[in-house]
């Protein structure tokens, strides 16, 4: 199983980025998937997750109205379109995915995980 983000970079506040993760050796219409992000010095937290189907998901508070994640079955890959960027969101962002089609928040939920994708906002 390989999870890859991609799209990462550095833009300034108020920019846009969209991070993209390609999942090989699953299927992610059998999966949640998860994206969370961890800066300097702090834990890794959720940002964002969808059930199975792409019927429901859920966004953290801090991102809601910023960030939203979709996924394409058909190409096995999940998306974080992330606008209004702030510094604050400066951080390595992984994607994860667990085989539930329940969207948990907790990363020891999740079975496996990317290598991450480093995201840098100026001010």
């Known amino acids: 199983v390989q999870l890859v983000e991609s799209g990462g970079g550095l833009v300034q506040a108020g920019g846009s980025l969209r991070l993209s993760c390609a999942a090989s050796g699953l299927t992610v219409s059998s999966y949640t998937m998860g994206w969370f992000r961890q800066a300097p010095g702090k834990g890794r937290e959720f940002v964002a997750g969808?059930?199975?189907?792409?019927?429901?998901?859920n966004v953290a508070d801090y991102v809601k109205g910023r960030f939203t994640i979709s996924r394409d079955n058909a190409k096995n890959t999940v998306f974080l379109q992330m606008n209004s960027l702030k510094p604050e969101d400066t951080a390595v962002y992984y994607c994860?995915?667990?085989?539930?089609?329940?969207?948990?928040?907790?990363?020891?939920?999740?079975?496996?995980w990317g290598q991450g994708t480093q995201v840098t906002v100026s001010s």
């Open positions: 969808i059930n199975w189907s792409g019927s429901t998901t």
């Open positions: 994860a995915a667990v085989p539930s089609p329940v969207i948990f928040t907790t990363v020891r939920r999740y079975n496996y």
